[in-house]
Each structure stands twice: as structure tokens, then as C-alpha cells.
């Protein structure tokens, strides 16, 4: 069974700074989805950005971006520039690109709080 | 469109009460899911659909039953609802499984 750790509970920034968030994930699968969510206060969730795993070339979605190492089964979240709205949960999650699966796999979630 | 709606936003049952979480869709996405998300445990897919008349079990079935009539409407049943159940739910939807999945604004469930 595939499982997603976010082994960081809680993180802080100073805006304008940059953060990285950490994801490991565990698959014996090739091909798969990566993501992650912002949930902020009003409890919305909001992808982030997504990562396909046959392509190399890490996401980037504006001042988010991932580093993606398929080897090291790791996917972490780098915030540049940080801002205030940038405060949230953010989730980590799995997805098998196997055919009739479609199954999210999540992890814990880090908390983001960015200090003016 | 107005995306994912659910109803309602908030709830409180007591033990053994049964209740119906609504979720509808107007972007007519074949799939949908239920999770529910606790403290520390991130979200849990409870059900899945991947069209109307098809469902699948998650993460964490035990205690939820669903069923997918329409394209546009997956509802939840709690059929005797226990306080395990306190949590709060959220559906999704996507176009196909390839795409991204667009989430409700959630249902908090007390059950005391």
C-alpha cells in the first residue's frame, strides 16, 4: 500500500523568505501523481501544484515549486517570497496512475505560518 | 458554475441518528469521492464514484453507504451515526481521472 508522511507539523517563514516543505511517499508503482494542497482557515482546499512522475522536469506554478526525486521517493514544496496568504495546512498527496484506480492518498499536512 | 457545493455546512447528530450529506456538481465531472479529515490525520477517502452507477470503497468505508443516481449529485449516508464519526467531510469532483480535483467547502459532523 502506497502511504504520503509530512514529517514536519509545523513551519514559520518571515514573508518575503523561502520555505521548503517536506513530502516522502512510498510506492512500488512507476507511474503516479503527485500534489499539493493549500487548506486555508476557511477550510477550502486549493491545489497547489501537481507533478506527473514519468516527467523530469520539476512543476512550478508561479512562487511555488516542487523538487521532485522519483529515486528518493521524495516530493517537497518550495514557497519563494513568501506572504501573509500564503498561510495554511498544506497537504501532500498520491495518486496511482494505474487504470481504474483512483484512489488520494494524503499525508498529515505541515501548518505554514508566515511572520510580517 | 458553482462548483462543489455540499449541505450542510454544519451538523449535530446524536448516536445512532442517520443523516444524508449532500454534494453536487455543475461542471458535469464523471468522478467523485467523499474523505472526511480529522485532527492530525489528514484527509481519508471514504467512497468513490467514477460515473453515475458506479461506486467503490476507500480508505475508511465501515459506517458510510453511497450510491450515484446522477452525474451531478453523490450523497453520503450515515446510517447509525457513532461519535468516531465527529469529523469534518468534503467531496471532490474531477472531469476524468487524469484531471485536477476540485474540492467542496466541507461539512462538520458532531455526533454526540
Known amino acids: 500500500a502506497q502511504t504520503v508522511t509530512q514529517s514536519q507539523p509545523e513551519m514559520s517563514v518571515q514573508e518575503a523568505e523561502t520555505v521548503t516543505l517536506s513530502c516522502t511517499y512510498d510506492t512500488s508503482e512507476s507511474d503516479y501523481y503527485l500534489f499539493w494542497y493549500k487548506q486555508p482557515p476557511s477550510r477550502q482546499m486549493i491545489l497547489v501544484i501537481r507533478q506527473e512522475a514519468y516527467k523530469q522536469q520539476n512543476a512550478t506554478e508561479n512562487r511555488f515549486s516542487v523538487n521532485f526525486q522519483k529515486a528518493a521517493k521524495s516530493f517537497s514544496l518550495k514557497i519563494s517570497d513568501s506572504q501573509l496568504g500564503d498561510a495554511a495546512m498544506y497537504f501532500c498527496a498520491y495518486r496511482s496512475h494505474t487504470s481504474g484506480t483512483y484512489k488520494y492518498i494524503f499525508g498529515t499536512g505541515t501548518r505554514l505560518k508566515v511572520l510580517a | 458554475n458553482a462548483g462543489v457545493t455540499q449541505t450542510p455546512k454544519f451538523q449535530v447528530l446524536k448516536t445512532g441518528q442517520s443523516m444524508t450529506l449532500q454534494c453536487a456538481q455543475d461542471?458535469?465531472?464523471?468522478?467523485m469521492s467523499w474523505y472526511r479529515q480529522d485532527p492530525g490525520m489528514g484527509l481519508r477517502l471514504i467512497h468513490y464514484?467514477?460515473?453515475?452507477?458506479?461506486?467503490d470503497q476507500g480508505e475508511v468505508p465501515n459506517g458510510y453507504n453511497v450510491s450515484r443516481s446522477t452525474t451531478e449529485d453523490f450523497p453520503l449516508r450515515l446510517l447509525s451515526a457513532a461519535p468516531s464519526q465527529t469529523s469534518v467531510y468534503f467531496c471532490?469532483?474531477?472531469?476524468?481521472?487524469?484531471?485536477?480535483?476540485?474540492f467542496g467547502p466541507g461539512t462538520r459532523l458532531t455526533v454526540l
Open positions: 461542471m458535469n465531472h464523471e468522478y
Open positions: 464514484s467514477v460515473g453515475a452507477g458506479i461506486t
Open positions: 471532490a469532483s474531477s472531469r476524468g481521472a487524469k484531471d485536477t480535483q476540485y
